[in-house]
């Protein structure tokens, strides 16, 4: 079936300018076409239409794979009253008896953040099985890195560095196929708004086809 993504404005991700009503064609697991809303509509009248609020980006980088996912503890909300909703470090950490079990469960949830903030893939090398299988089953991609990343671990790839910076793959050129269905919305006007309210503000995220978060 092909879906028609449309959000208020498109930004392509390399040097080209953002796309006012722009739009993604979706089929299966493939983008289609990437261009104007009302272009796209009108070549495809018989495609279902989701249309967000914000911009619709490429999907994003998130530098800090190990130390999300490896080295911090995302407690179950069935232990809030005991352990917060916050992930967990350092002594907190150590504390827990942690099993390759439990490990899986935090990834699966240090997963779902992620996706809730745009994020499509993670850098840095993986070594927990349970971590790996994680990852793999939501579909987000792993990257090598050559050096440490700066600064505190974080959530938001957009912590400290630009969307270009954060983003993982430029959307094709219209009329390109075969590239994965891969991007992310985030609920806020422009560009700007997002480097200042970052990617906590997202609202949708899409890889390969598959709706894997939507903000309720």
Same mark, same amino acid.
Do not use: K
């Given at each position: ?14 040097? *080209? ?7 993604? =064609? ?13 272009k796209l509509a009108a070549a495809h009248p018989a495609a279902r239409t989701r249309r967000w609020p914000g911009v619709l980006t490429p999907g994003l980088l ?5 130390? =999300? ?8 909300? #069935? ?10 470090? &350092?002594?907190?950490?150590? &504390?827990?008896?942690?099993? &390759? ?13 992620? =996706? ?7 850098? &840095?090398?993986?070594? #927990?099985?349970?971590?790996?299988? !994680?990852?793999? *089953? !939501? ?15 974080? =959530?938001d790839p957009l912590a400290g560095r630009s969307l270009r910076e954060a983003i993982r793959l430029p959307l094709p050129p219209d009329g390109a196929d075969g ?36 903000? #309720?």
């Open positions: 079936m092909l879906t028609i993504h449309a959000a208020d404005l498109l930004v392509p991700g390399d040097l *080209r300018p953002a796309l006012p009503d722009g739009a993604v =064609l979706v089929n299966g697991r493939e983008l289609a076409a990437v261009g104007p809303y009302g998130n530098p800090y794979g190990p130390e =999300l996912l490896e080295h911090v503890y995302h407690p179950d909300p #069935r232990e809030a009253d005991d352990l917060g909703t916050e992930p967990l470090t &350092g002594e907190a950490l150590a &504390g827990l008896a942690m099993t &390759g079990t439990r490990w899986g469960a935090s990834a699966r949830r240090g997963v779902q953040r992620l =996706l809730a903030h745009g994020v499509v893939a993670v850098a &840095g090398d993986l070594g #927990r099985p349970a971590v790996v299988d !994680a990852v793999h *089953r !939501a579909g987000m991609g792993v990257e090598r890195r050559f050096t440490d990343p700066a600064g505190p671990a974080t =959530l590239t994965p269905a891969t991007f992310a919305v985030f609920d806020v006007p422009d560009e700007a708004a997002l480097a200042a309210r970052g990617a906590g503000t997202c609202v949708a995220t899409v890889v390969a086809g598959r709706l894997v978060h939507r903000r #309720r």
